[in-house]
């Protein structure tokens, strides 16, 4: 089956700093690539996805990149604020299952 | 429209009791999504419903959970003879069709005494 790693496990940046959370995945066959973000005691929330037709996808201050032929996805946060501290969870889906995470990585934004 | 509901929010139970948690997906849904995520932990996938199809229970940890969709709506994950190491958050997620964005759950947090 699928097996997703995701590095760091903790991240600390200073507020303004870019940070970079990479996940590695296993399954060739994987095409749909989520991340979530879960602040604490809530539930996770998706904060954008990418397919595997697709090398890169933006949205304001995050994005995400794709090498299938590596088969790793990063997610790019820029100019980070206090706000974005949470724990994130990068995921992989073969289409054929639910989806399987990686281990998570808590980002703490420093002020 | 209404999110994803599951009842109840919290649940405190005895080593050894059944508990029952009950999960509502977005209307429309047709696949539903079971997962449950220790304390600072990941998410661990338990049980995939899809439409009519037979569910995928590969991720169960073993014969004392189970879970059942009625009608292609509501689901109910059981847990007989509970243990400690039970005690998590419990969340349930549902996607359109299954190959999409899932949307999860407020979760159930059971906790074993």
């Known amino acids: 089956g699928e097996n997703v790693e995701q590095h760091p496990s903790t991240l600390s940046v200073q507020e303004g700093d870019s940070a970079v959370i990479k996940c590695t995945y296993s399954?060739?066959?994987?095409?749909?690539f989520p991340w979530y973000k879960q602040e604490l005691g809530k539930r996770p929330q998706l904060i954008i996805d990418?397919?595997?037709?697709?090398g890169e996808k933006k949205d304001q201050r995050i994005a995400v990149t794709l090498n299938k032929t590596a088969k790793h996805f990063s997610l790019h946060i820029t100019e980070t604020q206090p706000e974005d501290s949470a724990v994130y969870f990068c995921?992989?889906?073969?289409?054929?299952?639910?989806?399987?995470f990686g281990s998570g990585t808590r980002l703490q934004v420093q002020p | 429209g209404a999110g994803v509901s599951q009842s109840p929010s919290n649940k405190v139970t005895e080593k050894g009791k059944d508990v029952e948690l009950r999960c509502d997906p977005i209307s429309g849904h047709t696949a539903l999504y079971w997962y449950r995520q220790s304390l600072g932990q990941g998410l661990e996938f338990l049980i995939y419903?899809?439409?009519?199809?037979?569910?995928?229970k590969s991720g169960l940890p073993s014969d004392r959970f189970s879970a059942e969709r009625t009608g292609g709506s509501v689901s109910t994950l059981t847990i007989q003879r509970t243990q400690q190491e039970d005690s998590a958050v419990y969340l349930c997620?549902?996607?359109?069709?299954?190959?999409?964005?899932?949307?999860f759950g407020p979760g159930t947090r059971l906790l074993v005494l």
């Open positions: 399954d060739s066959a994987s095409n749909y």
């Open positions: 995921a992989a889906d073969t289409g054929r299952r639910a989806l399987t």
């Open positions: 419903f899809q439409g009519n199809s037979a569910p995928d």
């Open positions: 997620a549902s996607s359109p069709t299954g190959q999409e964005t899932q949307y």
């Open positions: 990418i397919r595997s037709n697709v």
